[in-house]
T-cell receptor
């Protein structure tokens, strides 16, 4: 059973461009969480999704950021009009429906905005 | 979720047991103690969790005091690959965000 997969692992965008980060949860997992880690800082929760539903987006910036987890395919974290302050590592975690508190993390996507 | 207090950093000699303390004096009855670690540039990794009994798995042991106000994570034979930031988290086991604190930066010394 493959672990949580994220791609790309590294993403470079110029200011003003869009960034799309993908997360494929572990097989059978229907819950996805996104976290952000700014340089030299701790992990901060962003959003919690179940298939086709956003459960908790209390950690999402109000503008430019959106997330989805469609019925088919990976979860997508989308950042529009990126700014330098968006440079960070973005981690996705997934959990199974029977035990939604068990979060398994992916390797992360490192976004660099130039 | 209850707050936790951990030392900022610790050193441990390779091959020795690493004992990482955590205070969680405001823990409530239905909250579990979870430990995760983050090796540099990697995603967090689950280590172990417990409610009130001591727990052991292939990675570590978790010792929780009788009053549940503190706990200790024990890595019995630390290796260089155990160098990481270790997070102690108390939370109710439900589908919900994990609130990570600053953790303890553990350095394993050769």
């Amino acid at each position: 059973n493959a672990g949580v997969m994220q791609n790309p692992r590294h993403l470079v965008r110029r200011r003003g461009q869009e960034a799309r980060l993908r997360c494929s949860p572990m097989k059978g997992h229907s819950h996805v969480y996104w976290y952000r880690q700014l340089p030299e800082e701790g992990l901060k929760f962003m959003v919690y999704l179940q298939k086709e539903n956003i459960i908790d987006e209390s950690g999402m910036p109000k503008e430019r950021f959106s997330a989805e987890f469609p019925k088919e395919g990976p979860s997508i974290l989308r950042i529009q009009q990126v700014v330098r302050g968006d440079s960070a590592a973005y981690f996705c975690a997934s959990s199974p429906p029977a035990s939604p508190y068990e979060q398994y993390f992916g390797p992360g996507t490192r976004l660099t905005v130039t | 979720d209850a707050k936790t207090t951990q030392p900022t950093s610790m050193d441990c000699a390779e091959g020795r047991a690493a004992n990482l303390p955590c205070n969680h004096s405001t823990i409530s009855g239905n909250e579990y103690v979870y430990w995760y670690r983050q090796i540099h540039s990697q995603g967090p990794q689950y280590i172990i969790h417990g409610l009130k009994n001591n727990e052991t798995n292939e990675m570590a042991s978790l010792i929780i005091t009788e009053d549940r106000k503190s706990s200790t994570l024990i890595l019995p034979h630390a290796t260089l690959r155990d160098t990481a930031v270790y997070y102690c988290i108390v939370r109710v086991p439900r589908g919900d965000k994990i609130i990570f604190g600053k953790g303890t930066r553990l350095h394993i010394l050769p």
